[in-house]
């Protein structure tokens, strides 16, 4: 079979898992395939061909292995890209749809041929191929029979002949397409390891950042509910955030714990990257303090003490968060918290400092705006300037005007709101943490640890809240699986459709697209 040309469209070759279930045979031919079933619904799957069987996937699972030799024929549409597939086994005929239908066929007839030394029989017709679908009743009874109408055959000769000129250049098109669908750069599904876009409905805008939007989307294969961040390449390149973006996406896929919101899948196409995330459907924190203006001192101590936990567990990985605000941090349907948005986050060694001036100017530590280099005490800042809002808010040291503001962070004494009555311990509390010199704020000598021994704690069962013992002081409320009614309108009545990519933005990305060789990363899927 040395003349016969190769058509992995979905760069198998090699790939470890195929290699496994091939056990050493020469691909050649796979892509994507839809099967449709017995309700007319088209179900999604590979076929894949070696020198010695055909086989039959879904994602990476082996659902048939075919022997040339138990195929009877294909029956194939004249005006459609659908044809069956005549198996003398016990196993029901398939009925297949494929955009690469010819050269599918074609690669059948001659790994047949090589493999039986007998051309295959081919039949065309217009009629609907569902009459000429053998089931499985029917082939229990006896493995041989199908209902191949021999009337309708074709000279297989003539249709190789034919069928070679196909056009290359469409067909590598093709290719590129399904490479990046197939090429998922990372996946925690339990199932399923290769998706692309036209894998998820999205439903409805549900948040929106400075490089792309958050969608919620419903995965077709499993119906699951996911968020959907997409971030436009030439963005990132124009405002110089590939970098801080994989380094998200590392973040991202790496962390596994209750309170943080990790990575589902991640894959990019020639335009944008897309982090699919689990959905959390209570929305943002900011939602429900905007509502409420403030909270009670116990629903504080809840939140502050699963805010605490998040951040202890970052800073235990070498993550400085660095974007603490009530905006990234979402409810869950039992009312916990989660942090999410990593985008400003940054990896520090054992004693190192950074310079960079990142984060949102409310809740902005002293260090940060001095420049004189800032380590994961200004999250301990930041975290007191949350709860500090959560209790009175609005933020200890807020103007309208920005500059001011970083004035009063840098040297304003900490003051509290007369109309308020909070305990002592809250005030002592704040006041440790909202200490300007990083070197003594509170964290400084143990971190959370040191933290969670405070009295404002005192009534927190910290094992009980990571299991999620503790009832929450507000539950959500939800209609149905895809009620968005917890986040913003601004964003959920935003009009759905992706903004086009535009030649000049095209050109950049096309002179860049080394820079997000990165994101693919060397995990085997």
Known sequence: ?????????????????????????????????????????????????????????????????????????????????????????????????????????????????????????????????????????????????????????????????????????????????????????????????????????????????????????????????????????????????????????????????????????????????????????????????RKNKYFPEESVKFYAAIIGLALEYLHKSGIVYRDIKPENILLDEDGYLKLIDFGMAKILRDGEETNSFCGTAEYLAPEIITGEGHNMMADWWSYGTLIYEMLFGIPPFFSQNVEKMYEFITKSELKFPKKFKVSDDVKDFLSKLLIKNQKERFGAHGGFEEIQKHPFFKNIDFKALEEKKIKAPFKPEFEDSFDVRNFDEEFTSEDLSNSQINEKEMDLIQKNKEKFDDFDDDEDD
């Not at 138990?70 to 069956?84: D, L």
């Not at 998922?184 to 805008?205: A, P, R």
């Open 1 to 289: 079979m040395s003349n016969l040309k190769e058509y992995d469209l979905l760069s198998w070759t090699e790939d470890k898992e195929i290699a496994k279930i091939t056990e050493g045979e020469k691909i050649y031919y796979s892509d994507f395939i839809a099967r449709i079933n017995r309700f007319g619904l088209n179900n999604e799957r590979i076929i894949l061909l070696t020198n010695k069987n055909l086989y039959h996937m879904k994602n990476k699972t082996l659902s048939r292995k075919i022997p040339y030799s138990e195929i009877i024929g294909i029956t194939m549409h004249k005006n459609s890209n659908e044809f069956i597939l005549h198996l003398n086994n016990e196993e029901p005929d398939f009925l297949y749809k494929s955009k690469n239908k010819n050269l599918l066929i074609c690669q059948i007839c001659k790994l047949y041929q090589a493999s039986t030394n007998k051309a295959l029989k081919l039949c065309e017709i217009e009629k609907n191929l569902k009459q000429y679908l053998t089931p499985k009743k029917d082939k229990k009874k006896n493995t041989s029979v199908t209902k191949m109408d021999e009337k309708f055959l074709i000279n297989t000769k003539t249709f190789l002949e034919k069928s070679s000129q196909i056009n290359d250049k469409e067909l590598e098109k093709d290719k590129i397409e399904k490479k990046r669908k197939v090429g998922t750069i990372f996946s925690t599904h339990q199932t399923v390891k290769n998706v692309g876009v036209d894998d998820f409905k999205v439903i409805k805008v549900i948040g929106r950042g400075s490089y792309g939007k958050v969608c919620l989307v419903q995965f077709k294969q499993t119906n699951e509910l996911f968020a959907m961040k997409s971030l436009k390449k030439d963005v990132l390149l124009d405002e110089e955030q590939v970098e801080s973006t994989l380094l998200e996406k590392n973040i991202l896929q790496s962390i596994n714990y209750p309170f943080l919101v990790g990575m589902v899948f991640c894959f990019q196409t020639e335009e944008r990257v897309y982090f699919i995330l689990p959905f959390v459907r209570g929305g943002e924190l900011f939602q429900l303090l």
